[in-house]
């Protein structure tokens, strides 16, 4: 997903064609789901929305969402641009997490498929959870994710969080994003209220934990560095 406008990044540029390590950052995303066996890929485009689609693969489409509702919205924007097989899975990642690795996405499909899940999630384990979604489990299992301005205080001491990466059964996906409402904080579409409306469906939800490191998205400046940091420490950046 990248319609974002990115207004914390300060600039006209698209957010997510902010050079990182010398490529536009959503470059490294793609580079990641590149990786697993994904046989069709849309990035969801809106601001510079024509910008955007001159620097994506020849093998790679573009959905224009006109109006930036929410991530539940854009998430249903990308769907109407793929034509996906019921027995087939829906990768779903926002084009701001340039350190997420391909191999980590093969293992949430791995546990997707293993489980039959109706979605599986990369989860991650943050000393300061700041301003990502919480996790919410019961006896173990996830039952929802509460993003920020909806939390509880309760809820905001949760460490487990939610870096947005998501595998999802096509089968299901569809109708549970046409089910999302807008009664919350931020009176948006939140792609996160589908997993609640896919538990309360008796469906079954995976959670993968996964490196801290890979879960840092991008929304400021100063972030670009402390992501190209990391990159240089793989061998992925200029030294």
Do not use: C
Not at 38 to 52: L, M
Not at 215 to 230: A, F, R, T
Request: no cysteine; net charge negative; hydrophobic share 45%.
């Amino acid at each position: 997903m990248g319609a974002g406008k990115g207004t914390r990044m300060k600039s006209n540029t698209a957010k997510v064609l902010h050079p990182v390590a010398g490529r536009p950052m959503v470059s490294w995303v793609l580079d990641a789901v590149a990786e697993t066996d994904s046989v069709e890929t849309v990035v969801v485009v809106g601001h510079h929305g024509d910008a955007v689609r001159a620097i994506l693969p020849a093998d790679v489409g573009a959905a224009f969402q006109a109006e930036q509702l929410g991530t539940g919205h854009a998430a249903l924007i990308g769907l109407d641009g793929l034509a996906p097989q019921p027995e087939d899975e829906i990768i779903v990642i926002p084009g701001d997490m340039p350190l997420v690795k391909g191999s980590t996405l093969n293992s949430l499909l791995a546990a997707h498929r293993q489980a039959g899940a109706a979605a599986t999630l990369m989860t991650v384990v943050l000393d300061e959870p700041r301003a990502y979604g919480r996790i919410i489990r019961s006896d173990g299992a996830v039952t929802a994710i509460v993003e920020v301005k909806d939390a509880t205080e309760e809820q905001l001491q949760i460490s487990e969080v939610n870096p947005s990466v998501y595998v999802f059964s096509a089968t299901l996906l569809p109708d549970a994003l046409e089910r999302i409402g807008t009664a919350n904080a931020q009176g948006e579409y939140y792609l996160t209220d589908v997993v609640g409306i896919l538990v309360a469906d008796g469906h079954r939800i995976e959670a993968v934990i996964g490196d801290p490191e890979e879960g840092l998205g991008i929304n400021s400046i100063d972030q670009i560095s402390e992501v190209e940091d990391v990159l240089r420490k793989r061998g992925q950046g200029p030294l």
